[in-house]
């Protein structure tokens, strides 16, 4: 069983730059990783993914040139650099676990954590 639990979630000015951490329990070194993000009142929409070995990755465009997917195999942790934050990246951003796949689709995954609240203001 895998386990994700997210960190690093907070309050920043826009323009800001906040880093995002899962931990993740049980071997998800082979697993392609993403991060998902929810707002209140919108569906959780695709933030980006990360391949098993690192090489590659996938971003929303909305997020495209700001934010930094990486992961550490040796550690079990991946992570999310967010640079020039917007009031419109607020929202509960959650880590999830694709056992198969390399998707930008939430129903695709089949672990994920309980989430972190980031919140930009103007």
């Known amino acids: 069983q895998v386990q994700l639990v997210e960190s690093g979630g907070g309050l920043v000015q826009a323009g800001g730059s906040l880093r995002l951490s899962c931990a993740a329990s049980?071997?998800?070194?082979?697993?392609?990783m993403g991060w998902f993000r929810q707002a209140p009142g919108k569906e959780r929409e695709f933030v980006a993914v990360i391949k098993w070995n690192g090489r590659n990755s996938g971003y929303a465009d909305s997020v495209k040139g700001r934010f930094t997917i990486s992961r550490d195999n040796a550690k079990n942790t991946v992570y999310l650099q967010m640079n020039s934050l917007k009031p419109e990246d607020t929202a509960v951003y959650y880590c999830?676990?694709?056992?198969?796949?390399?998707?930008?689709?939430?129903?695709?995954?089949?672990?994920w954590g309980q989430g972190t609240q980031v919140t930009v203001s103007s």
């Open positions: 049980g071997r998800t070194f082979s697993y392609a």
């Open positions: 999830a676990a694709d056992r198969t796949r390399y998707s930008y689709t939430a129903s695709e995954y089949d672990y």
